[in-house]
Each structure stands twice: as structure tokens, then as C-alpha cells.
């Protein structure tokens, strides 16, 4: 596989609940931005916050369900 393409803009997509879809496009509304800005700000806020720290990940991994 050529590596050099994950240099280009990817989408990622994932499948979501209608309650979840509901409360996200109001947060959107709120934070007046797309759902694509909201969606990069929050996963790039997370990877900021925890990538050298392994308890933040040991956390996050016993939080998800």
C-alpha cells in the first residue's frame, strides 16, 4: 500500500443513533460550525489531551461501552 496517500484528505464515517445524531446536529447549531469542523475540533481537542498520557487512554478505553 502506498503510505503517501493518507497525505490527502480522507472521510471517516461512522454509524450513530438517532438520539445521538439529533443532540450532535444541535451542538453543531450551537457552536455555529458544520458538523466536519465540530468532528475535527473534538477529536483533535481528545488526541491533544491524550496521546503521551497511557492513563488517559487506559480511562477512556474502560469508559467506552
Do not use: P
Not at 458544520?34 to 469508559?63: G, K, Q
Amino acid at each position: 500500500m502506498d503510505w503517501h496517500l493518507t497525505e490527502r484528505n480522507q472521510i471517516v464515517g461512522f454509524r450513530a443513533t438517532k438520539d445521538f445524531t439529533r443532540k450532535f446536529d444541535q451542538l453543531c447549531l450551537r457552536l455555529g460550525h458544520n458538523r466536519s469542523a465540530v468532528m475535527r475540533y473534538a477529536l483533535n481537542n481528545f488526541i491533544r489531551s491524550n496521546w503521551n498520557n497511557t492513563e488517559n487512554f487506559t480511562r477512556a478505553r474502560d469508559e467506552m461501552y
